[in-house]
């Protein structure tokens, strides 16, 4: 029973695969993550024109999601960074005449991300430095040299009135 059950399993997928075939999702890995984790989902009419914007929803809010990659058969996208941690659905806005919303039959479980740490007061305790050992060779001490005395007047050359 089981084997004719697959079996038209398969000749059915084989006969939506042509151009009329709804966008579905075989797989989705990882199965859980957090904000930032990479998606890899699997199935058949995944490309653009089936696919338009891919969105994960808990049936309270539906948050679009950045697809980095879209083929036929996988889509690859990314958690977004501010997605409450729970049970997600993977949701399609389709393609063509008349978009749809499809909801699809894999979910994601948003884990948590951990707390940022809390704010720690940084205090430094600055020690003076320790004054040079004295040595048995004194350092000689040198002052600076006095300035230039300013140039000494020269005597003008006076002239005769004669």
């Known amino acids: ?10 000749l059915t997928r084989l006969c939506w695969a042509g ?19 990479v998606l890899v989902v699997n199935g058949v ?6 696919v338009e914007e891919v969105y994960l929803t808990d ?11 879209q083929t036929a058969t996988t889509i690859k996208l990314r958690i977004p960074p501010f997605i409450k941690p729970g049970r997600h659905q993977l949701l399609f806005l389709t393609g063509g005449d008349a978009p749809a919303y499809l909801e699809q039959p894999a979910y994601v479980l948003v884990e948590e ?32 040299a006095p300035p230039p005395p300013p140039p000494a007047p020269q005597p003008r050359a006076e002239k005769s009135l004669q």
């Open 1 to 10: 029973m089981t084997s004719v059950v697959v079996l038209a399993s398969v």
């Open 19 to 37: 151009e009329m075939a709804a966008p579905q999702v075989d797989s989705m890995e990882p199965k859980s993550g957090k904000p930032g984790t």
């Open 45 to 50: 009419s995944l490309n653009k024109e089936k």
């Open 59 to 69: 049936h309270r809010f539906d948050i679009k999601v950045k697809v980095l990659e």
């Open 113 to 144: 991300l951990p707390a940022p740490p809390e704010k720690v007061e940084l205090t430094s305790t600055v020690s003076p430095k320790p004054a040079p050992a004295a040595t048995e060779t004194a350092a000689v001490a040198t002052t600076p």
